[in-house]
């Protein structure tokens, strides 16, 4: 079993892939570059980190098995996210789960609102409760709060993605931050402190939401809420920034040992689950 000795650092967001991989017909995004493990790797131990949560990719669609194929490279450490279909078969759920799996990504960025009331979906999230998952939701902030309401009734433990990809233009007083803020008081709500570069506005734009949303975040979600994440290899925006230009920014935040500790130890081995590896 891993101690907090054996951890150094637990990157909870990035992808692998392989441009020669069949890609998902409808996607936003065609990648002509691998993203390997043995990069990634070469990433975490350049920046003193030692364990990694690998997220399916939306271009690869629910075909996981590049994924999957990782996390039987390094059992011990990494952990994986998929995409799947709502019907799909308990037991495949279930040799997911004895990969590494420990979620499930509603990726609905550019796409049409699911229907939750929908019989399959109490089904689907029977399972993901049963199996101790969580459900990662990647979404525009101002559909979170209704959709976060939507979710927390089926008991799942839902993980928002990169700061709830707010506008940082209209910083942290925007209503669909504030109501977040709100809902992540009940609990069973978590939250990823990654992709500042996504965040809309210019770099020092970015970087001040982050900075100023930081103090809001531990009050409401709280540390043993709150992970952070490189989200290597960084899609759509290779060309501006790298693993190293991401520590700078996190670096840039100014975080205290303990703010450091939680986000990237304690909290992520708790949430995906390295304390049974």
């Known amino acids: 079993m891993l101690d907090n000795c054996s951890i150094t650092g637990i990157d909870a967001h990035a992808h692998v892939f392989s441009r020669t991989l069949t890609l998902a017909g409808e996607r936003r995004y065609t990648p002509d570059y691998d993203a390997t493990l043995a990069d990634y790797f070469g990433h975490l131990h350049a920046n003193g980190l030692s364990h990694g949560v690998l997220v399916q990719p939306s271009f690869l669609g629910t075909d996981n098995r590049y994924l999957l194929a990782a996390l039987q490279q390094a059992p011990d450490r990494l952990r994986g996210v998929v995409v799947v279909e709502r019907d799909i078969p308990r037991d495949t759920l279930h040799a997911m789960a004895r990969s590494g799996v420990v979620g499930v990504r509603l990726n609905l960025v550019g796409r049409a609102l699911p229907d939750f009331n929908e019989p399959g979906w109490k089904v689907f999230f029977e399972h993901i409760v049963e199996l101790g998952w969580h459900v990662e939701l990647h979404r525009e902030l101002d559909d979170l709060p209704h959709l976060v309401r939507q979710l927390l009734p089926f008991g799942v433990e839902l993980v928002i993605d990169h700061f709830g990809r707010p506008d940082a233009r209209l910083g942290v007083e925007q209503r669909g931050f504030t ?84 986000l990237l130890i304690d909290t992520p081995r708790q949430l995906f689950g390295f304390h049974h590896a």
């Open 179 to 262: 109501e977040l803020l709100e809902l992540a008081l009940g609990g069973h709500l978590w939250l990823k402190v990654s992709g500042i570069y996504r965040l809309g506005g210019s770099a020092a734009q970015n970087l001040e939401f982050a900075h100023q949303a930081i103090p809001l975040l531990q009050q409401s979600f709280g540390l043993h809420r709150l992970v952070w994440g490189s989200d290597w290899p960084h899609t759509q925006h290779e060309a501006s920034i790298g693993y190293g230009a991401v520590m700078e920014q996190r670096q840039a935040l100014g975080w205290s040992a303990q703010t450091e500790q939680a």
